[in-house]
């Protein structure tokens, strides 16, 4: 059984919850405190907004440890605003916050929250099936190291990619009935 924790600071948590509770051998938990991460196999980053989620990391004091935790092998997927966490750099703003994935990432790159779209992709990765992609005022990894796995692209620009332990994706699988990342997380990355 493996235990996959929510970051539940703000966000779409619930969907999260919802898709990987119909995996087998899958407990969830929502997490909102360092200690609670501690408990947990791996750990997903929703999608949100990125600038409150990392206001709200600051405020508790989670930003450093958590940085920590996912320097030392902890496994994360982060969805959209989840992705901007983790990027080492964020394209036009001085701020970034967990700087754990070798990317740089452009929030909000397909424009306004008007511009949000659905499309699928085949990830041969991920599954042998196309996967349906929805995209929420989605952001794009501009640029990755070598290091970086790229899973997928969207009009030539990186919409998921993983680099070791660390997953990100620009669009939000937990929004679709296709379960393939969330088992692709819990089986080969945690
Ligand atoms: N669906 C999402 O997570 C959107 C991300 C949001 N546009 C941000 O910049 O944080």
Partial sequence: MKRIGI?????????????????????????KTIDEIKEVDGLILPGGESTAMGKLLDYFQMLEPLKNLINQGLPVWGTCAGM?????????????????MDTVVKRNGYGSQLDSFQT??????ISTAPIPLTFIRAPYIESAK????VLAKVDNKIVAAQQDHMLATAFHPELTNDLSFHRYFVEKVV
């Fill in 84 to 100: 901007i966490l983790l990027a080492k750099e964020i394209s036009a703003q001085e701020t970034s916050y967990l700087q754990a």
């Fill in 7 to 31: 970051l539940a600071l703000q966000g779409a948590v619930a969907e999260h919850m919802h898709a990987l509770s119909k995996l087998q051998n899958v407990t969830t938990l929502a997490v």
């Fill in 120 to 125: 699928t992709a085949s990830i041969p990765e």
């Fill in 146 to 149: 070598e290091n970086v796995k």
